[in-house]
Each structure stands twice: as structure tokens, then as C-alpha cells.
């Protein structure tokens, strides 16, 4: 097993025509840990995908260095990088049954004499014959043995003989994670493997790779657009946008403690709210004349930013539909979306004319034109200034060391 590390990695593709080059990642310093599961996320044409096809030895960098633990591979062609990938539309073989999709990258692993060859594929005819007539092949034999080992893992030893064509999306999928697991490779690597399959699919093969990921131990890269895959399979996730490293953590640092603007409305579904407000005396700010309290651990760092127009942000569960006060913001309601355990609510405040969504109990009774008052969280706003940047929280100044002990006299 083994990290992997980007280090100043960019990828300019030449522009058509003789014109100005199309920079797709742009100087990405990332590095990923041994058995990390990392979640790469981003608009289409960040550079998500580019990523991994640098990684996986498909396209050159302009510039840079990627390494697989401590060895460079920018210069290595890619059966020498130890990593497998698999696709969008899952690659397999039509014309290959299940068990040779699955060893077909074992078999390719090593190079071989014209006479291995010939023995190895007599092997692989004679394999159904009385062992007295099998053609014998100890590399075959190995081949097999770990291809039946990992369809056992996942659930297609009865589905060996099968091809391509006679098999369901989900099995498909198995499949060309089977082939990638077959290898044992350093890295894997996952293009949207999902993104073909239907929701109840979707659901339990994910948690299938995740499953998988824990037992292996293998680092492994995962690219999505789904907010779900991202927040629930990743150890940490990373969020790019023109090809730059916007913020890399957790996924509840980053639902949390968006680094930017854009992460705050990128990460989470439905994305934060944001409205202009101006920071006020004591602790608050100001929604055009309306008052909004701030708890927490920004509201340290209220007093040297009063005066100045920044951007709040907050979560659609942060925001409760209440009883009608002086401190609540009045809204009207535009839609309701019931979602079985709870509805979306999408209501525009009279302050300033603001979208905002709520989450709502399901069984709360509204119709589009409604008045409500929204109670908002005051340790949920987070502040970001003009630049779009997030407001830093104040550093809590360090605790004192223990007092010295005087030697006795």
C-alpha cells in the first residue's frame, strides 16, 4: 500500500487553432494518505477526472510531480504505477466471460514466452476436461484461484461463465471493480462509478465499496458529483473549482466550515443560505434593519469587523419556522417540497427579498403565498468577506505551561 502526493501538478491542454492553451489543473499541491479513502468534488470541468487520468499514467502533466509513496511516476508508463482505475462505463470486455474480465489484468501483468503463452491458453481451454487431459499452467492455476476470491467477495461466483451483455447494471459494476481488486494495487481509482445505476443500486453498492475499501486498506481516489456519495464515503473530502484546491477536510469541516463561499454552497443539499448583511454593535448583524444575534465562536471576532459589509451564510436546518416575534424574520412562502420525513420549504424574506430554504417537519401544513417567521440559529451563521472568503475564527491564545518547580534549598 502507499500515499500519494501532488506536488505543484498542472495540466494545460493546447487550444484549437493555434490559441491560447485551456489550463484544467493549475499548481495542485494534495496529498493522500496510506489506506486513505479521499472524495475528490467539483463543478463539471474542474479537473476532477484529469486528476486521475494523470495518476493513472493516461495523460502527461505540464508541469509537476506525482508520487506513489515515495516513488516519482509522472515518467512511468502506466502498467509500471501499480494503480488501478475504474471507469464511468465500466470498460468490460464483450466478448470476455465474467472470470476472464476479472483476470484480465493478471494476465497482462507479466510479459511471457511465445511457449507460456500457448500453455497458458491451452489451460484455460482444457480447464473443463477430467483433470487427466488438463493442460497444466501454475501461473493459470494462481490466476484462478484470485480470481475466485474476489468474486466470492462480491457475490459473482455464480456468475463466472456469464458475459457482459447477459449481466444487469449492478453486476457490470462488480465487475470492473473485481478486475481492479484482482490486481492488489497500490491505488485506486474511481471515475463516478456509480453514476449509471439506479438509486436502490446506487445505495448498496456503495456501501459495498465502502465496505470493501475498509477491509483492503487500499488508498484510493473517488471522483462524484453526488452529495450523498461524498459526505457518506470519504474519510476526507476534496473540493476543486478551475482546477485550484478550494478546501480539503472532513466532510463535516467542510458542511461545517466552508473555507469560501463557494464551498458553502457547493458542499450540502440543499446549499447554505447566503444573505448581505453588515456587521452591528454587540455581537450582531444587520439584515437591512433587522437584528441578528451571533453565538458562538465567531462572535469574538465581531467587534473588529463592525461596520463592514460581509456575507452571512446558514444551513436550511439552522433556519425554524417560529412564532411571529420582534427578533424572527418574516417570509412568504414560495413552494414546499414533502420529502416523506421532512419538507423543503422555499420562502422569500421581507427583509431585502431573499430566497432562503427551511427544513421543516413533514407534517407542518403550507401553501405557496403562506406568512411565516424564521427563528435563525445564532451559532449557525458563518461570515465571509467580500473577497468570498471565510471570516477566520479568532486563535484561543495558548494555554500556560505548568508553573516551574524550584529545586528545594
Known sequence: MAGVRFEALSKTYP?????AGVEVIRQLDLSIDDGEFLVLVGPSGCGKSTLLRLLAGLDTPSS???????????QLRPSQRDVAMVFQSYALYPHLSVRDNLGFGLRRS????????????????????????????????????????????????????????ELSGGQKQRVALGRAMARQPAVFLMDEPLSNLDAKLRTSTRARIVDLQRQLG?????????????????????????GKLQQLGTPMELYRWPSNLFVAQFIGSPPMNVLPVRVGAGHCLLLEERRLNVEGPLAAAMPALEGQPLTAGIRPEQLKVAPATNRNL????????????????????????????????????????????????????????????????????????????????
Open 64 to 74: 509537476g510531480e506525482i508520487l506513489v509513496g515515495d516513488r516519482p511516476v509522472s
Open 218 to 242: 487500499t488508498t484510493t481516489l473517488y471522483v462524484t458529483h453526488d452529495q450523498v456519495e461524498a459526505m457518506t464515503m470519504g474519510h476526507r473530502i476534496a473540493v476543486l473549482n478551475q
Open 110 to 165: 507479466r510479459s511471457r514466452t511465445p511457449v507460456q503463452r500457448i500453455q497458458d491458453q491451452l489451460h484455460r481451454q482444457t480447464r473443463q476436461l477430467p483433470g487427466i487431459l488438463q493442460v497444466p499452467s501454475m501461473r493459470e492455476q494462481r490466476i484462478e484461484e484470485r480470481t475466485q476470491e474476489v468474486a466470492r467477495a462480491l457475490e459473482l461466483d455464480q456468475l463466472l461463465d456469464r458475459r457482459p451483455k
Open 15 to 19: 487550444g484549437r487553432g493555434g490559441g
Open 330 to 409: 418574516p417570509a412568504e412562502v414560495s413552494h414546499c417540497e414533502v420529502l416523506g420525513n421532512e419538507q423543503l420549504i422555499t420562502c422569500r424574506l421581507l427583509e431585502g427579498n431573499h430566497l432562503v430554504q427551511v427544513r421543516a417537519e413533514p407534517d407542518l401544513s403550507l401553501t405557496s403565498g403562506s406568512r411565516i417567521h424564521l427563528d435563525a440559529d445564532p451559532a449557525g451563521w458563518r461570515l465571509f468577506d467580500q473577497a468570498g472568503e471565510a471570516i477566520p475564527l479568532p486563535e484561543e491564545p495558548a494555554a500556560p505551561g505548568p508553573e516551574p518547580v524550584l529545586p528545594t534549598l
